[in-house]
């Protein structure tokens, strides 16, 4: 069964700390994982990672792929407030002709003043 | 914003009502997909739309139905729902290329459903 695993569930860091997201992924004919954040409700993308492009960086956030490992990090730097949210890990994959998107249950990141 | 918009924002209902959550989304894509999202579990696909069709239906019981009626616009009917079937109900878009469903996805804001 296609599984994607993040760890860890949810972590606390003062402000101006930095954080390292894991996410780890079991799936048939891997194509591609995303980074989302969710604040509040809504899940905005981050980054998309392929065999073609394995490592992606904005600002404060990077994100490296390791296919040999099946897994991905997440790093965010210089943490603020504004960086508290719920950070969602997907995986894409050919599924009969469409793309699947599997998802994991999140890390919650709380960022202290 | 992201260009997708739910409404309602909140709903509370009854096992024996019916409801129609609602999403719309702004961006020209041509796929459009609705999510189920509980507390301590990854989001789950429930339907996706591509083109007006729908392409996968993940074994979603029957008192779910959705409805594509343009490229726009997606609902999700509701009735007989049962307390488990209470989360956060997320529409999501994006732009099909070539034979795969794009994997970056525009969400909205969700539905919070609470059935009692």
């Known amino acids: 069964e296609d599984k994607v695993v993040q760890s860890p569930l949810s972590l606390v860091v003062h402000e101006g700390d930095t954080v390292t997201l894991n996410c780890s992924y079991e799936v048939t004919n891997f194509r591609s994982l995303l980074w989302y954040k969710q604040e509040k409700k809504a899940p905005t993308f981050l980054f998309m990672l392929t065999s073609s492009g394995i490592e992606k960086k904005s600002g404060r956030l990077s994100s490296i792929l390791d296919k040999k490992e099946l897994s991905s990090i997440l790093n965010i730097t210089a943490t603020q407030t504004g960086d508290s949210a719920i950070y969602l890990c997907?995986?894409?994959?050919?599924?009969?002709?469409?793309?699947?998107?599997?998802f994991g249950t999140g890390t919650r990141l709380t960022i202290i003043p | 914003e992201t260009g997708v918009t739910q409404t309602p924002r909140h709903l509370v209902m009854g096992m024996t009502n019916k409801k129609s959550l609602k999403c719309e989304q702004h961006?020209?894509?041509?796929?459009m997909y609705w999510y189920k999202q509980s507390a301590k579990k990854p989001l789950e696909l429930m339907f996706v739309y591509s083109l007006e069709e729908r392409v996968e239906n993940n074994s979603v019981p029957s008192r779910f139905s959705p409805e594509c009626p343009n490229s726009s616009h997606l609902f999700l009917h509701l009735h007989t729902l049962q307390p488990e079937d209470s989360a956060l109900y997320l529409c999501a878009s994006s732009q099909v290329r070539s034979a795969y469903l794009n994997e970056k996805l525009f969400f909205g804001s969700g539905t919070q459903l609470s059935v009692l």
């Open positions: 961006l020209g894509h041509n796929a």
């Open positions: 997907a995986v894409g994959f050919p599924n009969f002709g469409n793309e699947k998107l599997t």
